[in-house]
């Protein structure tokens, strides 16, 4: 897999300097803990962050403003955010109204954040937790104890984002956080597998006429691999796997999101939009626009 | 290359379905005729279309909106939309103040768009026509006399768009167009090839250590080809390029897109954008957020 970059191992640090080039007039950028924040900062609300390991954006880092996330602090592809990234990013942040953590179930981060939490904690830092699993395609995988953390984060981000600017506080924030992942939930299908920038090669093997089914993003197998399907049948298994799941019921109001991580063009996903729409109707799920 | 799809002979149809479910509350479509238009359609102010081969997304068919297009009609993936379509989505949008097309200088497309608005013109409706050339890479092309038009019509758009809302008539509306591509350009280089789905093989081949500089965004031979470069060396030709090719000079105020048709992951656009920015700041240009 070809890629635009200079040094792969600077390849996140230049993407987050692009982003904050492009929007300098509203993000202010620290290089040393691969942090991007607001630059017009609120003192008077909740502050929220979030940031996993690089390689699945927008992911976190393209979420930071108003109504969104306050900040994020990216790790290295595929890698958590070392703990003082998370305790630096933190105390930025820090104001007496406290801090929201959001974090996507994953061994590694979990680790970074609570520790990070600790030291924010013992510079009486008020920290609240919210941690996202809407994975539904395994019960634990190859780095989570548990169901992983995917794209279900952005509806977590949404509303806690707009209920913190309007001023709820952060054990409502939890709350309301809980709440959100508890009704979230997503699954991923893979055609191919992808490159991270400085090992420059796949990080796994599938054949020309292959699929994963529930793939996991950082390359962590799924529930099987099978020969690749229309787009209509992956979306009726992914659609059924998470109908049943929460399980979803006909008159329910439903927010409807497919994402290709990065790597899938748009012509696609609105392809398997269209199909997902059309598996919705079918089952009388109202999709909201708001 | 792997696509989720149903049959590839449908694969436009059922992208422009998921557009129109996705925005239902919004946009209405003519499935006949590949149209999706505005659902609030004004009448008193000049209506834009523009509509070239499918396979460039988000292109024309996800621009359309109040400020951006009245309607898009592409045509299937890297053909012009046969005459008909035009000329129905004309006759579609017309009303007294006239109907603005914007095509992007391919043969195939100029021939669709003349003869459509000939036709529309024997029915009494008023078109005025802008024709979009920004690709500096090369003078004459495999599809094109003359520059090829590329992503410099998103320009084109939100100027024209913009001045229609606010009630500039037909002419001027040309005038300004014809004033934006005239201070428009850009130029593409390809990693590899892409796959459209009828066809299911990489329209050229190309090593898995070359880059073609200069590329048409139908696979057209650009500059040359050679072996890849840094991002920051790719981004140094092509501003370059485009640099000179107006030319630009220092004090200028800019507006800098940076865009993958489709297929480059958002983490690599932001990367190339930082590079692009700093020559930005080299050569003294401005770039302007509004």
């Known amino acids: 897999m070809k890629k635009f970059l200079n040094d792969p191992n600077n390849f996140v640090k230049e993407m987050i300097e692009g982003i904050y080039l492009a929007n300098s007039d509203k993000l202010k950028w620290v290089p040393e803990y691969n942090i991007l924040y607001r630059s017009d900062l609120p003192k008077d609300k909740v502050a929220i962050m979030q940031g996993s390991g690089s390689g699945h954006e927008p992911a976190h880092i393209m979420c930071v403003g108003k109504g969104f996330l306050d900040a994020a602090c990216p790790g290295n592809v595929f890698a958590a955010p070392p703990m003082d990234y998370v305790y630096e990013c933190t105390k930025l942040l820090a104001n007496e109204r406290g801090v929201l953590h959001l974090i996507n179930n994953y061994q590694g981060d979990r ?20 941690i996202i699993d809407d994975d539904v395609s395994v019960k ?24 913190a ?8 924030l939890v709350a309301l956080g809980e709440k959100v992942n508890g009704v ?9 597998s992808c490159t991270p920038p400085a090992k420059g090669s796949p990080i796994f093997e599938i054949g020309d006429d292959e699929m994963e089914v529930g793939v996991g993003i950082h390359g962590e197998p799924g ?26 019921a006909g008159g329910d109001r439903v927010a409807v999101m497919v994402n290709g991580l990065g790597g899938t063009p748009i012509s696609e996903l609105y392809l398997l939009y269209g199909e997902a729409a059309k598996k919705c109707s079918e089952k009388g799920l109202v999709i909201a626009k708001n």
Chains 1, 2 share one sequence.
């Open 165 to 172: 600017e309007n001023g709820v506080d952060l054990d409502a």
């Open 111 to 130: 680790m970074s954040w609570d520790m990070a939490k600790e030291l924010a904690e013992a510079d009486g830092i008020k920290v609240g937790v919210v």
């Open 223 to 248: 529930r099987r691999r099978e020969k690749i399907k229309s787009a209509k049948e992956i979306v009726e298994e992914v659609f059924t796997a998470i109908y049943e799941d929460l399980p979803f």
């Open 140 to 163: 634990n995988s190859t780095y989570t104890v548990g169901r992983r953390g995917v794209a279900g984060n952005f509806f977590v981000i949404k509303a806690v984002g707009a209920a």
């Open 184 to 192: 979230t939930r997503s699954m991923g299908v893979a055609l191919t």
